[in-house]
């Protein structure tokens, strides 16, 4: 039997065969569309407790290690150029150090002009005193003349008057000696100033100037510090713990401390303080579930030395997760 095309029907036979062919793609979109749910272990591990407090009451909270002594941020008295750099990040450094100089070019020229000004003082003094003897010699001479007709009155109201001058010029010489020494002094105050000392024994953390660079007193609240530094041995963490669940907390109990994505490394850190203050949150773990609009109480604990320092897991800025035990019956 021969196929006659102009028997073809379009709503009869074209249609439902389009339909079909509509179905069947439509069917293979959604398959291949379907999302992968195969299981497959999470990018970061996520925080768990110890095991001493997995079924026992507790109080979770993430924190901050730190510096013992915080972090130290020096900056410069003076602005001027660096013209000396002395210590890099990781450094260590006693107190009293240098870290840099700033450039003290005018301040020492200062210091010369008013060194001179010291000596020219030193000489006025050495004439005014000579002249102060010389004037007091040839007044006590007319003063004990026996008889009153050999010196006029005149001549010893003017030995007196040569005395009194003398004097004065002598007081004079010391006060501009005083103002020379001060000025001296305020110019190796000044030079002093222009040279940067580490305030405290401790670690560099960063270093933000260069030699060369303008370094500036007037820089904004935004500005960076030019040093950072702090004690490192030993570190401490801060960890903020919720106002809501600051209650249940057994103060002076130890933390079971872990790196943030290293739940598998945990620590014993030791209690040293708890703030006086409650405070805003400012230190975010930028999870999704996070409140950013809630006062924290932060406590302050010691981590052991073994997980410190170079061979350690902790670093200075590292966010790392905490558990403490809570109160009985909390």
């Not at 272990?41 to 768990?48: L, S, T």
């Not at 024994?201 to 609240?221: D, H, P």
């Amino acid at each position: 039997m021969a196929f006659d095309i102009r028997n073809l029907s379009f709503t009869r036979q074209i249609l439902p065969v389009i339909a079909v062919l509509g179905l069947v793609i439509a069917a293979f979109f959604i398959l291949s569309g379907q999302p992968d749910r195969e299981l497959s272990e999470p990018d970061r591990e996520p925080p768990r407790a110890p095991e001493a407090l997995a079924n026992a009451a507790r109080v979770a909270g993430s924190g901050v290690v730190e510096p013992s002594s915080e972090v130290v941020q020096v900056g410069s008295a003076l602005s001027g150029l660096v013209t000396g750099l002395f210590v890099e990040p990781g450094d260590r450094v006693s107190e009293g150090q240098t870290l840099f100089t700033v450039d003290a070019r005018q301040a020492r020229a200062q210091l010369r002009e008013a060194e001179a000004a010291v000596r020219e003082a030193q000489a006025a003094i050495a004439e005014a005193r000579s002249a102060q003897a010389t004037a007091s010699s040839q007044l006590a001479l007319y003063r004990n003349v026996s008889d009153p007709a050999a010196v006029s009155r005149s001549e010893v109201i003017r030995a007196e008057g040569e005395a009194s001058a003398a004097a004065e010029r002598l007081r004079l010489a010391r006060a501009r000696y005083e103002a020379a020494q001060a000025r001296a002094a305020s110019a190796r105050t000044e030079i002093g100033r222009l040279t940067i000392t580490a305030p405290i024994a401790g670690e560099i953390l960063a270093v933000n100037i260069r030699k060369g660079e303008y370094v500036s007193t007037m820089g904004g609240g935004g500005a960076q510090p030019f040093i950072e530094m702090g004690q490192t041995q030993p570190m401490h963490v801060r960890i903020d713990i919720d106002e809501e669940q600051a209650p249940r907390l057994a103060l002076g109990e130890p933390a079971t401390v872990s790196p943030r994505g290293a739940a598998g490394q945990q620590v014993q850190a030791t209690f040293v303080r708890a703030e006086p203050r409650v405070v805003p949150k400012r230190s975010l773990t930028n999870s999704a579930a996070e409140r950013v609009d809630v006062r924290v109480l932060q406590l302050i604990y010691e981590l052991p030395a073994s997980a410190t320092g170079d061979g350690g897991i902790f670093r200075v800025g590292q966010q790392v997760d905490a558990y403490i035990p809570a109160k009985k019956g909390q």
